[in-house]
């Protein structure tokens, strides 16, 4: 089955994590026909090797559905976003993160970043929109953050407004982006480096970081 081959390939090729998902009404004629998406987590923080490793992965995930007679759209890793390019449209219609809840591969913490129960806040992701007929996980609906709040009570810059994201919601305003980026500017004039990743670091889980790879 396409499903299986495709898990394995993306798992054999250093993905952690990976689901699918059915887009039941596309948002946008741009990508009318392609009913399924693709969602690829890698266990790594965001860096410039993690970004090549997801690209590299979409394109093993576009040969194979190519090689199948399948259509496939690539969303390229949010840093590496174009803007102006058609492509950049699309993070407004469907974005990694959506993909990734919908899946059933986590969902979207206090500090607004996808937590998956085996890997926390530590994957990255991109999307593959395509029409291959894949089996859709079970989507997550919502958030399993609980009574915790050690993102949001440790954050030094009280950007993260404790509010829960549900699938019902998901635009709800969780982390006030203005608070957070201010404070990495200041980050930058005192210790030189731009992030701060506390909300990360801090988040209880995912911690053990499992190497192994892991299929929903
Ligand atoms: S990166 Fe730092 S400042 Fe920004 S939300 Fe996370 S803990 Fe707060
Ligand atoms: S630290 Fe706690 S509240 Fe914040 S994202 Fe992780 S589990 Fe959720």
Redesign the pocket.
Known sequence: MIDDELERELLNNGAAIVGFTEIKENASRDIAGLTRAVSIGVDRKLNENTVSLLVALQKKAAQLLKSKGYRYLCIPPDSDRIQGKFISKLYHVFDHKMAATSAGIGWV???G?L?SPEY??RLSLVTVLTNAPLSAGAPIEF????E?????DFCPSNA?TGREWSRYEPYVELVNRDNCALHKKKSIKMKGKPNCGL?IN????GRKNAESAHVV
């Open positions: 913490g206090k500090n970043l937590i926390g806040p958030s399993m953050c609980g915790c709040s050690l993102c949001m993260i909300c801090i988040c209880p889980y």
